[in-house]
């Protein structure tokens, strides 16, 4: 009797023992990563659910979300101030196409490469302009989410009625605009919306006409090679529209939901804007454009080539992380190709793989990303600088000056010369 | 023994070692969060200290001091800085003057008078500077349309696009947006006024204008330059309204002090050159201060 006591007592025990033991090393494999997932633009509601499919086939492996920030801009003051102050809360980041050079500048992001693999081998799948963009001094600082670009969007019943073909070159979208703008007698009809604003989509209105004419604005090294003539060219060619009555007055105001808004409304033909751009027109309930959207490559300078600005979010880790195998871990696996494809076919959030335009599933749930495709391939980087803060400031400053009509395009292009030199070389 | 002593001293200390004792908390507590902070961003003022650079840290002694001197943007942000304190104190001044009188008035409900004297200043500044920024929009503003149709509906005017028009539609929302607090004070001090001066004066034959220059004014001077001290050195620091309205544009024609230093150590992360722009404001700042101070002791 004692003995039997005895025997169950220490099995008991023994049992206990296993438990905690089994207890301690689920514990300590369990990992909190805690990620900043951009404002709702960059969509946290598919990215969750990205985390959840993550998170079932690595039981040890819990994922946060933290969001905020509704433009890049206040994301970056936001996201410098959390970096600057060296804090480990956060594991990875999610961070605008601009920003890697910086942050990996101020070693702020741990590089990759140790994890995932050598850059070129690593970025080959993806679409060519996150291979430059991702890349910092030979390390791989980023690894892509999804893209963006700045499409041409129109109005393809006008189109249709009035008998203009897409246009080609910014002369022949103007004088497609005034027909249509002369033939429908609606004084609130803008031919074109372009943002003037300073906000970060100036920038592409600044680089647009200035890519379009084959001109580039820095070498691979980053120096600068603004080819002043053509830049001041560039920016005449939006002053002209407005002389014209193509593009509005007041345009150094348009923000990037006007434009948005305006198109929205029916009183926009063409508009220039982000991907996201896309589905608003498409499905929000006070679209009265529903149905008449088209969308086509940038015109191009006459004699020149059509080139977009590509934008686009990035997976990176922080170099202050404690948990940076893990986090690494996960970004593998937000950048991968099935991951793309779930972001392209739920939120038609644009692919970084080339592959996946193509792929059938995701043109039968998005059909427009067959015209899109070409669109981003050709598309372009804004400047890549450790000191993008700066480029982007004076050059989004100084082309909203100039639109603003407070200076004319060539004391601007020299302001943004001079200004830049400093930084970009 | 020693400690005996000590201990006996701390028991029933000295009156000097008493005071020292009882400012100790306060003096750690002002150390730790102006007097650090402060040390802090001059030391950092002396160095080439650019985050985005990773090319370490430089002692660069006065050369970030002599750049400033060279910078068109600072002269530019200095010289914008001090046309709004300029315009907007004095501004602000006059119109909180006529909204203290009219509160004082024998009103026979006062709350209404009151809580509308005290809603700007309850108004969080970025929210001010947004609300302005939407009546100044060129289509969707509410100025534009008042213009419209009352006094021509020809080209709108394109109110923030233009340096002029937007550094007098600052000026005018830091005026709406301050002279409550001006209105406040002023308000405190005219209830302090003795009715019997102005009975006084009347029986005299006075006139209200002689009442207003020879009773008001001076019986309210010490509340004025409280008033004007504190004005001022917000007026210095003006951010807010100005970044959410035109955000220094068009291209940095509205760009304050504040707004230059943010940029610099926010956007640029230069923190170096951001702290020798922040120690010229302090030290700007420290004047006018001292000024006023010598005033009030001649006053006093």
Known sequence: MMRRTYLTALTAAAALVVGLASATTAFAQQ?????????????????????????????????????????SELQRQYLSTVLNAKDSAIDIYMIDIVNPAQYFGAGWLEPLDSYIGKPADVLKPYLPVYSTSNVVDGKLAAMPAFADAMFMYYRKDLLDKHGVKEPK????????????QKAEGNANLQGLSIQGAPIEGAVCTFLLPYWGQGKDFNDASGKMTLDKAAATKGLATWLSMVDQGVIKKNVAEVKTPDTVNEFKAGQVIFAINWGFAWDRFKDDKDSTVQGKVGVMPLPAMTGGKSATCVGGWQWAVSAFSKNKPAAANLV???????????????????ATYQSVYTDADVVKAVPW????????????????????????????????????????????????????????? | MATATAIDRLRDPSEKTLGVMLLAPAFLLLALIVVYPIGKLIW???????????????????????????????????????????????????????????ANLPFKRKWPVRLALLLPWALPLAFAGLIFAWFFHTE????????????????????????NWAFAAICLTIIWKTSSFMALILLAGLQMIPKSLYEAAEV???????????????????????????????????????????????????????????????????????????????VLSLCVTAFYLKRIGKNA
Request: net charge positive; aromatic share 8%.
């Open chain 2, 140 to 163: 969707y503003g509410v100025v534009n349309d008042i213009v419209r149709r009352a006094v021509s509906p020809a080209e709108p005017a394109m109110w923030l696009l233009r340096p």
């Open chain 1, 332 to 350: 593998k696996f937000m950048s991968s190709p099935e991951a793309s494809k779930f972001l392209a076919q739920e939120g038609s959030l644009l």
């Open chain 2, 204 to 282: 005299d034959g006075a006139s209200k204008w002689q009442q207003f220059w020879q009773i008001t004014i001076p019986m309210l001077m010490p509340s004025i330059i409280v008033a004007l001290i504190f004005r001022t050195i917000t007026a210095l620091q003006t951010f807010d309204i100005p970044y959410t309205m035109t955000k220094g544009g068009p291209g940095n024609s509205t760009e304050t002090l504040a707004m230059l230093i943010h940029k610099t150590t926010i956007d640029y992360l230069d923190v170096g050159y951001g702290s020798t722009l922040a120690v010229c404001m302090f």
């Open chain 1, 369 to 425: 990303f067959k015209d899109a495709a070409n669109v981003v391939i050709a598309g372009k980087s804004r400047p890549i600088s450790k000191d993008y803060g700066q480029v982007s400031d004076v050059i989004r400053t100084t082309t909203s000056a100039v639109l603003a009509r407070t200076k004319t395009p060539a004391d601007g292009v020299s302001e943004i010369e001079s200004r830049l030199a400093r930084v970009m070389r």
């Open chain 2, 44 to 102: 950092n003022s002396f160095f080439d200290l650019r985050l985005s650079g990773g090319s370490g840290i430089k002692f660069v002694g006065l050369e970030n001091y002599a750049l400033v001197f060279k910078d068109p943007d600072f002269w530019n942000a200095a010289k914008n800085t001090v046309l709004i304190t300029l315009i907007t104190v004095p501004g602000a001044l006059v119109v909180g003057m006529g909204l203290a009188m009219l």
């Open chain 1, 31 to 71: 990992t909190t990563l805690r990620v900043f997932s951009g404002g709702a633009n960059q969509r946290p509601d598919l990215m969750r659910k990205l985390f959840d499919q993550y998170q079932a086939k690595n039981p040890g492996v819990k994922i946060d979300i933290e969001t905020g920030g509704a433009t």
């Open chain 1, 169 to 180: 070159t910014w002369d022949e979208l103007a004088a497609a605009a005034t027909k249509i």
